[in-house]
């Protein structure tokens, strides 16, 4: 039945396309375009801006639209709705590289020609000044962008993944910015959090170092200003555990019998059993969904969905990661941004440093292995659960130890000057009065900024 309808539906799509008719994609569109509303009155700074695949997105969109910018979000399936003009669109390898003699290139010519004449259209009626992608690889927003830079739009992608925090993540980045060299660059820039992803996109991307940029991290400058405010407390009697799955942080050598397994079950056990041995404390376990299922049947084979203080959220809780951070006592976790957003808070971290983590073999694996001083390192199973007992009584952190964690959050994720998003909002008003200087004045940029 599923086939039939994608028959179907493919059919409908490619005739719309080889004809040329515009309304039954323009209007869906147009209908289901919402703006993202500022949670305050803001004045509107006179850009405004389309963010493609918008799920992709973490609170980016909400801080530009609480500065002035208005942002409105591109309907996904609508979006991805296009992809019936590729009739192998099932052969996402050659996506992004499709030889010039594939029907993938030949389909591509077909839907950009149809997108071009659709865009136009939709750019001229919500008066669209930019587009913005999260990320560099994502099949689903390559047309659109391609598209939006040859109508002489900027097209800007803010990349999400910007952690590099051991050896194996550096020699990831450093194969896809070779791959991005191959694929070649369809906008105009390219955002990253830190510098040190900008050099290696600088040396192996093909892309001119002046269209790559570390700005930081936009989320993260009210974040900042919290954990400088009564926003940010202890003696909640509440310890949180960023989950991770046994590929954590593994992208080159990810084979079955290789990865964080002992260490995986071990800390999500030894945190279910500290839940039960301490009834007065709220213990949160908070999961983005990545290798859940395992972790999953772990915590089902614990019973430990049944225990009332022991708090479970996935990632479209509204418990956000940073909340639970700055209303907690103690922080655990192994490889994630959260531990790094826990440092510059002054909270408590336990990293559990056994089984594969202490292994030679893992070594260029584990993650912050030149910071480990910003945490309470637990060498077994035993010393984790005591130090997250002993930090709940006394989660004082030393200046000495918060002197290197506000460097290593500055190296790797955003400045504690809070400026993000002043450079962004540059960043953008730049580019668009590169593409519409008519529109974006020097006074009128003084006024924005």
């Given at each position: 039945m599923r086939s039939k309808l994608e028959f179907i539906l493919g059919y409908i799509v490619n005739t719309i396309v080889d004809?040329?008719?515009?309304?039954?994609?323009?209007?869906?569109?147009?209908?289901?375009?919402?703006?993202?509303?500022?949670?305050?009155?803001?004045?509107?700074?006179?850009?405004?801006?389309?963010?493609?695949?918008?799920?992709?997105?973490?609170?980016?969109?909400?801080?530009l639209a609480q500065s002035g910018f208005k942002v409105y979000k591109m309907p996904y399936k609508w979006q991805t709705r296009i992809f019936h003009a590729y009739k192998d669109r099932n052969l996402r390898g050659q996506f992004n590289a499709p030889s010039a003699n594939s029907s993938i290139y030949i389909d591509r010519e077909r839907v950009r020609k149809y997108l071009s004449r659709l865009l136009k259209e939709i750019f001229l009626k919500k008066d669209i000044d930019c587009i913005i992608s999260a990320g560099l690889f994502y099949n689903q927003d390559l047309d659109w962008g391609a598209v939006s830079v040859k109508l002489g739009y900027p097209y800007i992608v803010f990349h999400r993944e910007n952690l590099i925090v051991n050896k194996d993540l550096y020699v990831d980045f450093v194969k896809w910015a070779k791959y991005l060299n191959k694929i070649e660059f369809v906008g105009t820039s390219i955002v990253f959090h830190n510098k040190i992803i900008k050099g290696i996109y600088d040396k192996y991307s093909g892309v001119n170092s002046d269209r790559i940029h570390a700005l930081g991290s936009l989320r993260m400058d009210k974040y900042i200003s919290d954990t400088k405010s009564k926003k940010n407390r202890n003696n909640n009697k509440r310890i949180v555990l960023f989950h991770f799955a046994s590929f954590n942080a593994i992208f080159t050598n990810r084979k079955e019998n290789f990865g964080w397994h002992k260490l995986h079950d071990k800390v999500h056990t030894s945190f279910v059993e500290l839940s039960v041995e301490n009834p007065g404390i709220e213990f949160v376990i908070k999961h983005k969904g990545v290798g859940w299922k395992e972790t999953e049947k772990l915590l089902n084979d614990l019973d430990a969905f049944n225990i009332s203080n022991l708090k479970i959220y996935g990632d479209s809780s509204c418990n956000n990661a940073q909340k639970l951070i700055l209303e907690s006592d103690v922080v655990t976790g192994f490889?994630?941004?959260?531990?790094?957003?826990?440092?510059?808070?002054?909270?408590?971290?336990?990293?559990?440093?056994?089984?594969?983590?202490?292994?030679?073999?893992?070594?260029?694996?584990?993650?912050?292995?030149?910071?480990?001083?910003?945490?309470?390192?637990?060498?077994?199973?035993?010393?984790?659960?005591e130090l997250i007992v002993k930090r709940m009584k006394y989660s004082v952190v030393s200046k000495k130890v918060m002197r290197l964690r506000k460097l290593q959050f500055e190296k790797n994720v955003s400045s504690l000057n809070s400026d993000a998003l002043q450079k962004y909002s540059e960043l953008i008003i730049s580019e668009v009065k590169d593409s519409n200087p008519e529109k974006i004045t020097d006074k009128t940029i003084k006024n924005m900024l």
């Open positions: 004809k040329a008719v515009l309304w039954p994609f323009y209007y869906p569109i147009i209908f289901l375009m919402k703006e993202v509303r500022a949670d305050r009155v803001v004045q509107s700074n006179g850009i405004t801006i389309l963010a493609l695949n918008v799920n992709r997105f973490r609170g980016d969109l909400e801080v490889c994630s941004t959260a531990l790094l957003e826990a440092a510059i808070a002054g909270k408590a971290i336990v990293y559990p440093l056994f089984d594969e983590a202490n292994d030679e073999r893992y070594s260029d694996f584990l993650c912050f292995s030149d910071s480990l001083n910003m945490f309470d390192v637990a060498t077994s199973k035993d010393e984790y659960k």
